[in-house]
């Protein structure tokens, strides 16, 4: 998931819940459904840019933790209502960009997890661990990263230099780092967990 604040919610080309990239083929997903909530219809707080299967997968669903909080057309703002009727779907909206960070895991197989309710329950919602968005983000770093982990091992089993190999990693490491600083690359939450625990990147991952 990722989080939209300062330039990214200006400039949206990523969906906000799975990070496909989408360009100008993004839909209006009103973060709480307008069948339920219909008087937040048209308020910009409550609608995010999403990728047309993450819109269909979510639908009405809805969670909360109270019961709805009935208000006027123009009423509370939704960032507001959080707190009153707690909601288990999260909203990029309301979260920076460390929340997705510290909560957010990625195994080897490129599936998502969380041990945090709210994400677990949003990771169901909108099918992030579905086939087809799995095969994406394994395509992702195979793309982006495979030739350089190859070079990286061929480098090593030729050299048999721990430094140069150190020093190899720490420089692709830093490449990730750049591209993901402004968020401004597809499946950023995958790729910040990666430089989180490079282990995974460079030892356990077989994509």
Partial sequence: MRALNKSSEQKQYYCSYCEQYIGNNGVDEHYRPKSIYPWLEYNLDNILISCQKCNNHKKDKFAIGKPIYYVTKSGMNPHLLDAIEEPLLVNPKNK??????????????????????????TIGCCKLNEESLIHLRIKALNE????????????????????????????????????????SIEFSAMFRYLVNHPDILFDKLKC
């Fill in 144 to 183: 982006k990263f495979n030739i350089e982990l190859k070079k990286i091992k061929i480098s090593f089993k030729k050299h048999k230099d721990l430094n140069r190999f150190n020093d190899e990693r720490k420089k692709l490491l830093s490449s990730i780092r750049r591209q993901i600083k402004d968020s």
């Fill in 96 to 121: 920076l960009q460390d929340f997705f960070t510290e909560n957010l895991i990625f195994k080897t197989d490129a599936t998502i997890h969380s041990k945090d309710l709210g994400m677990h329950y």
